[in-house]
């Protein structure tokens, strides 16, 4: 079964800062990845997804991530941290070997807390 | 959040009662989803519904129900039968592989 681990529960950035939120991942096959970010009491927005090609995708509101196969990561990044960014990020696998109806699943981590701080 | 809606917003129950959370969609997906969020366990599927009539048990089903009559619509059922139903709610759907979530249903179980 896949898995998705956030090791981090909250990471804290000052404004202006570059951040990294973590993410590694475990699935039998080729990965199909996602990073969400939640604001409070709302549903979670999409940010950005990697299937295949370039390594580096980039996302909505300025975000990154970066697959890195070797290291079976995917971590979020965003070269200047806006207050606006603080929010709960979760990150998502889907396992490409899983087909026909009925077998579709996301596996979403426990979500890391990022706070931006002034 | 997308063209999902759930209502209502916050819910309160008694012990023992029934209730049922609305998630209606005007994506036209086939795909919907249930997940619960509790703080610190990330988000659980519940139920999945790929097309209508159709649905399969999440990884914590025990305890809910849910109905796709209707492309557009697929509620869910807490049951008396699930002991800690305290929580966030959140519908999906799905396109081409990405969900899109409703803005959630808070429930609290007095």
């Known amino acids: 079964a896949q898995s998705v681990a956030q090791p981090e529960d909250q990471v804290n950035v000052a404004e202006g800062n570059p951040l990294t939120v973590k993410c590694t991942y475990s699935?039998?096959?080729?990965?199909?990845l996602f990073w969400y970010v939640q604001y409070p009491n709302r549903g979670l927005q999409f940010l950005l997804k990697?299937?295949?090609?370039?390594?580096l995708v980039k996302g909505s509101y300025g975000f990154e991530a970066e697959f890195n196969k070797s290291q079976t990561s995917f971590h979020l990044k965003k070269p200047s941290a806006l207050v606006s960014d603080s929010a709960l990020y979760f990150c998502?696998?889907?396992?490409?070997?899983?087909?026909?109806?009925?077998?579709?699943?996301?596996?979403f981590g426990k979500g890391t807390k990022l706070s931006v701080i002034p | 959040d997308g063209g999902i809606t759930q209502s209502p917003k916050y819910l309160f129950r008694k012990e023992g009662q029934n209730v049922t959370l609305s998630c209606e969609q005007n994506l036209n997906h086939d795909a919907m989803y249930w997940y619960r969020q509790d703080p610190g366990q990330g988000l659980r599927l519940i139920y999945y519904s790929q097309i209508v009539n159709d649905f399969q048990k999440g990884d914590i089903a025990e305890g809910y129900s849910v109905s796709r009559e209707k492309k557009e619509s697929f509620p869910l059922t807490v049951t008396s039968a699930q002991k800690n139903p305290t929580a966030f709610y959140l519908c999906?759907?799905?396109?081409?592989?990405?969900?899109?979530f409703g803005p959630g249903t808070r429930l609290t179980v007095l």
């Open positions: 998502a696998v889907r396992d490409m070997r899983l087909t026909g109806a009925g077998s579709y699943q996301l596996t």
């Open positions: 990697y299937i295949t090609g370039d390594n």
């Open positions: 999906a759907s799905k396109v081409l592989g990405e969900q899109f």
């Open positions: 699935v039998s096959g080729n990965p199909y």
